[in-house]
C-alpha cells in the first residue's frame, strides 16, 4: 500500500472552512484514495472516497489534482463537533488480500 | 448503513484471564474481517486478517497464539486475548468487508476496550 503523510495535528475554529492534505507520492493507478474520522473510544468512520478530481457528498468534499500524489479533505463551516482524528488511505480497493493500514493520521481540533 | 457491532465495549479482567472480544456485521454477510489494537493518541495497527473458514492471518510481531481468531460464520469473528496481562490493554476495534474490490466498502465495529489489572 502507499505511504501516506499527513500533518500530526491541525486548529480552527467555528465556522471556518478546513483543509486537511495528504501526500502519497506512491500512488498506484488502480488505487483509491479514502479518508475516515475518528473520535475517541469509537471506530473510525467513512467521510470520502475518491479515485481522480473532485468528490462531494453532504459532510466534506476531497480534492485530487491530476498526478494524484496528494489529496486534500475539506470540511466546509466545522462546528466542535468536528473535532476528531482525520485518517487518509490509499490502496485498491478491498478484498480479503487488502491490509488496511493506517497513518499517523491528523489530530482536528475545532476551538469555539 | 450496514453496521457492525462489537461486544464488550468495554472489559476488565485480572491478569492472567482470557477474555474474548466479538465482531459481528448485523446486516451483511462478511467473508473478511480485520482487527486492530490502538494505544492511547496512536494510530491503528493491523493485528490480524480473519477469513471465514480459514486461518487468520497475522501481521509481523503479533502472536498468534496469544490472540487467538476465528472467523466460524459470514457474520461473527471473534478475538480471544490469551492469558491477558496489563500490556495488553488497549482499545481493539474490528472491521468487515462488504464486497470486494473497488466497489468492497469497509464498516468498523464500535471499539472494544480491554482493561487488564
Known amino acids: 500500500l502507499a505511504k501516506t503523510t499527513q500533518p500530526i495535528s491541525m486548529d480552527s475554529y467555528e465556522g471556518q472552512e478546513v483543509n486537511i492534505t495528504c501526500s502519497h507520492n506512491?500512488?498506484?493507478?488502480?488505487?483509491?484514495i479514502t479518508w475516515y474520522q475518528q473520535f475517541p473510544s469509537q471506530g473510525p468512520r467513512f467521510i470520502i472516497q475518491g479515485y481522480k478530481t473532485k468528490v462531494t457528498n453532504e459532510v466534506a468534499s476531497l480534492f485530487i489534482p491530476a498526478d494524484r500524489k496528494s489529496s486534500t479533505l475539506s470540511l466546509p463551516r466545522v462546528s466542535l463537533s468536528d473535532t476528531a482524528v482525520y485518517y487518509c488511505l490509499v490502496g485498491p480497493g478491498y478484498s480479503s488480500a487488502s491490509k488496511i493500514i493506517f497513518g499517523s493520521g491528523t489530530r482536528l481540533s475545532i476551538r469555539p | 448503513g450496514a453496521v457492525v457491532s462489537q461486544h464488550p465495549s468495554w472489559v476488565i479482567c485480572k491478569s492472567g484471564t482470557s477474555v474474548k472480544i466479538e465482531c459481528r456485521s448485523l446486516?451483511?454477510?462478511?467473508?473478511?474481517m480485520f482487527w486492530y489494537r490502538q494505544f492511547p493518541k496512536q494510530s491503528l495497527m493491523l493485528m490480524a486478517t480473519s477469513n471465514e473458514g480459514s486461518k487468520a492471518t497475522y501481521e509481523q510481531g503479533v502472536e498468534k497464539d496469544k490472540f487467538l481468531i476465528n472467523h466460524a460464520s459470514l457474520t461473527l469473528s471473534t478475538l480471544t486475548v490469551t492469558s491477558a496481562h496489563p500490556e495488553d490493554s488497549s482499545f481493539y476495534i474490528c472491521s468487515a468487508l462488504r464486497g470486494s474490490g473497488t466497489t468492497g466498502e469497509l464498516f468498523f465495529g464500535e471499539g472494544s476496550r480491554l482493561t487488564v489489572l
Open positions: 506512491n500512488i498506484a493507478t488502480n488505487d483509491y
Open positions: 446486516d451483511f454477510q462478511a467473508t473478511t
